[in-house]
T-cell receptor, first 115, second 118 residues
């Protein structure tokens, strides 16, 4: 079945460092891909998404490009801030719309940014 | 943006009792809601899909008699953990699906409910 694999954390960076969190997926068909962020004590929020190959999702300085050839959707940010400290989840939505549109999540990567 | 609430945010109960968790979509109607369980340092696991006016669809390995789901209206789904045991202690998250005008779906997540069974 469909699955998502993302790099294990925790990841600790200094403020203004470059961030990459790797995410690869296995799916039949053409899934939509997402990055969700979970700040401490809060629920998940959609950070960005891409619905087809070569699409780039971006938000709040974060970017990820849907690479079908490498089945990847790596999250990047050029200069992280302390406020970016959170857990980041890569997810995909059923390839054929999944009749319910439910999401399949990676295990999450905890990011800690130090001042 | 769309808002989904959960109540309670935290609950502690004794083993053998039942606990009800509510999930509400505050500013949109949701014919479909999802219930997830999140274990420490692990991903979210889809437990069941809740459809308004019909029976929930449970994922493999989830006991439907233990985790009762009722989607009574277009803005409310409830998850009842019956005869709770310490191993049911977890973080339960709901999401509500909204149909986009441009087509397709968007999921909005609640803030989660921390259940501790003593």
């Amino acid at each position: 079945g469909d699955s998502v694999t993302q790099m294990e954390g925790p990841v600790t960076l200094s403020e203004e460092a470059f961030l990459t969190i790797n995410c690869t997926y296995t799916a039949t068909g053409y899934p939509s891909l997402f990055w969700y962020v979970q700040y401490p004590g809060e629920g998940l929020q959609l950070l960005l998404k891409a619905t087809k190959a070569d699409d780039k999702g971006s938000n709040k300085g974060f970017e990820a490009t849907y690479r079908k050839e490498t089945t990847s959707f790596h999250l990047e940010k050029g200069s992280v801030q302390v406020s970016d400290s959170a857990v980041y989840f890569c997810a995909l939505s059923g390839s054929y719309g999944g009749s319910q549109g439910n999401l399949i999540f990676g295990k999450g990567t905890k990011l800690s940014v130090k001042p | 943006g769309a808002v989904v609430s959960q109540h309670p945010s935290r609950v502690i109960c004794k083993s053998g009792t039942s606990v009800k968790i509510e999930c509400r979509s505050l500013d949109f109607q949701a014919t479909t809601m999802f219930w997830y369980r999140q274990f420490p340092k692990q991903s979210l696991m889809l437990m069941a899909t809740s459809n308004e006016g019909s029976k929930a669809t449970y994922e493999q390995g989830v006991e439907k008699d233990k985790f009762l789901i009722n989607h009574a209206s277009l803005t409310l789904s409830t998850l009842t953990v019956t005869s709770a045991h310490p191993e049911d202690s977890s973080f339960y998250i709901c999401s509500a699906r909204r149909i986009r005008l441009a087509g397709g779906y968007e999921q909005y997540f609640g803030p989660g409910t921390r259940l501790t069974v003593t």
